[in-house]
T-cell receptor, first 113, second 115 residues
Framework: DSGVTQTPKHLITATGQRVTLRCSPR?????VYWYQQSLDQGLQFLIQ???????AKGNILERFSAQQFPDLHSELNLSSLELGDSALYFC????????????FGQGTRLTVV | DQQVKQNSPSLSVQEGRISILNCDYT??????FLWYKKYPAEGPTFLIS?????DKNEDGRFTVFLNKSAKHLSLHIVPSQPGDSAVYFC??????????????FGTGTRLTIIP
């Protein structure tokens, strides 16, 4: 158990809909990272938050947004969903900004039908 | 632009032998490298890391080698065990680059240990 909790584990939704993925980082971790893994692909960095503020952005679509709340949990919002958004979405957390390693949650498998 | 590359999508190794997984990178700003292991339906788990000031780091059966001039790192697993069968991701970060601590991942190598 990495200590990072992601909910839900599975999500099936229709095209055009909006979903929210939730991540609770390890106790004490200030940084949260979101990654997307499409079929047979590597992990693509989406966005990072540190102590409530956005730190870095990767290849995140404009239809996607995220935030980190005062209690440090984070949410990834995906809207106007398309079939191609079907993927595994991972959240990771780390202690400090210049981290040694990040700990990953089990992921949310999103299926858009 | 794939800054971290794992050119072998899969590798099969006999149990008890050495497994060698390779990774190449292009960004000279990377100064910290990690290997993650991933089982199906689970998140990646940290395995071993190495700073750019070192050329080798060892942890039990796992050793990571870094060749900065070649921008190449490798993970050696000796001896290989059936439980090592998983997808292995190489990752890199630029810790000295404030505001750019994200991990950049390779596409992974699926390791299969043959009993």
């Amino acid at each position: 158990d990495s200590g990072v909790t992601q909910t839900p584990k599975h999500l099936i939704t229709a095209t055009g809909q909006r979903v929210t993925l939730r991540c609770s980082p390890r106790s004490g971790d200030l940084s949260v990272y979101w990654y997307q893994q499409s079929l047979d692909q590597g992990l693509q960095f989406l966005i990072q938050y540190y102590n409530g503020e956005e730190r870095a952005k990767g290849n995140i679509l404009e239809r996607f947004s995220a935030q980190q709340f005062p209690d440090l949990h984070s949410e990834l919002n995906l809207s106007s969903l398309e079939l191609g958004d079907s993927a595994l979405y991972f959240c990771a957390s780390s202690v400090i900004r210049a981290y040694t390693e990040a700990f990953f949650g089990q992921g949310t498998r999103l299926t858009v039908v | 632009d794939q800054q971290v590359k794992q050119n072998s999508p899969s590798l099969s190794v006999q149990e008890g032998r050495i497994s060698i997984l390779n990774c190449d990178y292009t960004n000279s700003m990377f100064d910290y490298f990690l290997w993650y292991k991933k089982y199906p339906a689970e998140g990646p788990t940290f395995l071993i890391s190495i700073s750019s000031i070192k050329d080798k780091n060892e942890d039990g059966r796992f050793t990571v080698f870094l060749n900065k001039s070649a921008k190449h790192l490798s993970l050696h697993i000796v001896p290989s065990q059936p439980g090592d069968s998983a997808v292995y991701f190489c990752a890199a970060s630029a810790r000295s680059n404030f505001g750019n601590e994200k991990l950049t991942f390779g596409t992974g190598t699926r390791l299969t240990i043959i009993p």
